[in-house]
């Protein structure tokens, strides 16, 4: 069991960057390979970025390779997301997700959930 709260989400102009935080407390933070998700309005919840136990592998959706990398400090307990390059279409909220499989590619292998933070992107 473990529980993830995200932060960081806000308003942004297109061209700017944001960091995302997602602080898991229960389980030990290094069992968990995670990742992040997002839903954008009118559209189905979306994978955007994974990575593995101690950091070493790590995927990207294709849209975002080379505009965001992802992180983790396991002895925080944290996991980031850095955007750069922000635009306008990603808009969305974004959701920090645990799993205790492998690497994650879809919403199937998640096994836990944030609440979400909330990017939105200005033309």
């Known amino acids: 069991q473990v529980q993830l709260v995200e932060s960081g989400g806000g308003l942004v102009q297109a061209g700017g960057s944001l960091r995302l935080s997602c602080a898991a407390s229960?389980?030990?933070?290094?069992?968990?390979?995670m990742g992040w998700f997002r839903k954008a309005p009118g559209k189905e919840r979306e994978f955007v970025a994974t990575?593995?136990?101690?950091?070493?592998?790590?995927n990207y959706k294709d849209s975002m390779r080379g505009r965001c990398t992802i992180s983790r400090d396991n002895a925080k307990s944290t996991v980031y997301l850095q955007m750069n390059s922000l635009k306008p279409e990603d808009t969305a909220v974004y959701y920090c997700?645990?799993?205790?499989?492998?690497?994650?590619?879809?919403?199937?292998?998640?096994?836990?959930w944030g609440q979400g933070t909330r990017v939105t992107v200005s033309s």
């Open positions: 997700a645990a799993s205790t499989g492998s690497l994650i590619t879809d919403a199937t292998d998640v096994n836990y």
């Open positions: 229960g389980r030990p933070f290094s069992g968990y390979v």
């Open positions: 990575i593995s136990r101690w950091g070493i592998s790590t």
